[in-house]
């Protein structure tokens, strides 16, 4: 769950609100197809976008709950000539009062979209991308072989997991997971990253596993993985050091930054 869906949820138990969506777009717009937000009788959760489109859906929406008339079907809302925002382009919205039995529903359906990531590695860095990135579309399963070493209290969006051996858990992650490689000792990300390495040759569905380290760092790993056999194209698909270029600092907020964006450039891959 992300914290957007948390307070869906939250609200919805104190009374009904309305679901809206953006079911399709044409041209420049202010967000993509799928995106939602909730309107409640005095508060909003999440967004379409803002400006007029928003103001005119939160008006409609509100005016349902008031017990006016329901919008009916998908509306289109062409924001140029209609609304008068600059993008020009075409939203369609899909309207739908939401109740307090809806909950479990909403939080399969709303939930789905969220990407999963593989995070080994409980240590400051990792304590910082936990945090960050249950604020983004992913869903964290946080690994370490330690016991004791994650927070009393993690965000929902993330779950936590002790495996010893630490590689052990690779097997068992989501298709289609993100793996961030961080742990507390360099033998612990090699193993790690050997064992995402034979996933991928078996399965191929780790879009992305990033190390982080050095250039020396990788180098090194480089000799060792090519003396268990893995060719230059299989390491490849290993990204170290991680993190977008340019942004400098090694306090672990600025590289767990970095590594988000990093992250959120892979999805247009997906």
């Excluded at 009374?15 to 044409?26: S, W, Y």
């Excluded at 977008?244 to 891959?269: F, R, T, W, Y």
Aim: glycine share 10%.
């Amino acid at each position: 769950m992300n914290p957007e869906l948390d307070d869906l949820v939250e609200r919805l138990r104190c009374g009904p609100g309305v679901l809206v969506r953006v079911t399709a777009t044409e041209g420049s717009v202010p967000r993509e197809s799928g995106t939602w937000m909730a309107v409640w009788p005095d508060a909003l959760t999440g967004t379409i976008g803002g400006g007029q489109l928003e103001f005119q859906a939160v008006r409609e929406a509100r005016e349902w709950l008031e017990g006016g008339e329901a919008p009916q079907g998908t509306r289109r809302y062409p924001l140029g000539p209609s609304l008068g925002q600059c993008c020009g382009g075409v939203v369609f919205l899909a309207f739908r009062r939401i109740d307090p039995v809806d909950v479990r529903q909403l939080r399969e359906e709303l939930g789905a979209s969220l990407k999963p990531v593989a995070l080994f590695g409980g240590g400051h860095v990792g304590a910082a991308l936990a945090r960050l990135l249950a604020t983004l579309p992913f869903a964290v399963r946080w690994i370490d072989s330690r016991e004791g070493v994650f927070p009393p209290a993690v965000p929902t969006q993330v779950d936590t997991e002790h495996s010893e051996p630490v590689q052990s858990a690779v097997a068992h992650i989501a298709p289609g997971s993100r793996v961030l490689i961080m742990s507390f000792s360099h033998a612990e990300d090699l193993d790690i990253v050997i064992a995402c390495l034979q996933r991928l040759r078996r399965r191929d569905d780790l879009p992305y596993i990033g190390l982080i380290g050095s250039k020396t760092k990788w180098a090194t790993f480089r000799h060792r993985l090519e003396a268990r056999g893995f060719t230059p194209e299989e390491m490849a698909r290993v990204t170290c050091p991680i993190g977008v270029p340019g942004i400098v600092g090694k306090e672990p907020e600025v590289i767990a930054v970095a590594v988000a964006a990093q992250l959120l450039q892979s999805l247009d891959n997906d």
